[in-house]
């Protein structure tokens, strides 16, 4: 259902854990069509909670392993680097297409600045719904973003701005609100958790660009 938690798919690659089904991966492949990179983070599956990424790069915490780090890192047109802060559940907290990023309001200067040195983007610190977990209340490609339903005018202006997209509220999985867990999606495609309704599905497809 959380499809979210475990997977990060961007323009260029898509990123999950090897430990994921042959089923799972062989759904993956199809639906994008793009490069693989397949590491845990911290030794954990759930890369999509741990992981922030765009078509520039991926961040992850500072209790990474270098092995992971390492086995990112192969992948060299890719930049890989870890944020040090007490904060670990990046992509929880961290919202970012190719054309900016929204992070968690606590991280400092020098965590924001290595964010977007590596995914390439400017950083800026903000909430959805008055929360700062910005990362799970939001899907985003390209196109559109699909926010928490209650999410201010001012947060959706500002999301709008920043990475450039068409902005609405939505669902997810019968009602949830933490649509980025429930939705794994790229400018080309998407995958949403088994509870989503067709409504949800119909409205999430259209605001980022599908139909």
Known sequence: MN???????????????????????????????LPLVQSTVATLDAVGIVAAANSNGIIVPYTTRDEELAQLSENTDINVGWIDSKMTALGNIVLANDNGAICHPEFDAK?????????DVEVVPGTVARLPIVGANTVANAQGAVVHPMATDQEIDVIAELLKVVVEVGTVNRGSPYIRLGVVANTDGMIAGEETTGVELAHISQVLGFV
Not at 17 to 30: F, Q, R, T
Not at 111 to 119: G, P, S, V
């Open 111 to 119: 965590a924001r600045k290595k964010m977007a040195d590596i995914l």
């Open 3 to 33: 499809v979210g938690a475990f997977g990060i798919a961007t323009d260029r690659f898509v990123f999950v854990s090897p430990n994921m089904s042959e089923k799972s991966l062989d759904v993956l492949e199809k639906t994008f069509n």
